[in-house]
Nanobody, 123 residues
Framework: QVQVVESGGGSVQAGGSLRLSCTAS????????MAWFRQAPGHEREGVAA???????TYSDSVKGRFTVSEGNASNTRTLQMDSLKAEDTAMYYC?????????????????WGQGTQVTVSS
């Protein structure tokens, strides 16, 4: 059974940092595309970052230069380092996965999703 679990959300003041983690299990040795999405109240879900199995990441314009995806310490884990946070970054953040072959895009067409972790940035 595939499981996708996010962790690391919380509350921070504007200008601060948070690090989210996404861990996948039940996918064996499959190569994965992994993406982060977010959804704020009253807004549509938007793609934040998407990473290919080779580790190439595409960022949305709204977070480019402030957010960084990297490999986590455990296998099938990736982290989203969020720096210079703004109030408009407040949202529920979701991790999503697809098995290879996959496109690693910022669209919503991923097969596996986590439950989300809340990020709140106060101004």
């Amino acid at each position: 059974q595939v499981q996708v679990v996010e962790s690391g959300g919380g509350s921070v003041q504007a200008g601060g940092s948070l690090r989210l983690s996404c861990t996948a299990s039940g996918l064996g040795q499959s190569k994965l595309c992994m993406a982060w999405f977010r959804q704020a109240p009253g807004h549509e879900r938007e793609g934040v970052a998407a990473t290919t199995p080779a580790g190439t990441t595409t960022y949305s314009d709204s977070v480019k230069g402030r957010f960084t995806v990297s490999e986590g310490n455990a296998s099938n884990t990736r982290t989203l380092q969020m720096d210079s946070l703004k109030a408009e970054d407040t949202a529920m953040y979701y991790c999503a996965l697809d098995k290879w072959p996959c496109a690693a895009t910022l669209r919503f067409d991923y097969d596996y999703w986590g439950q989300g972790t809340q990020v709140t940035v106060s101004s």
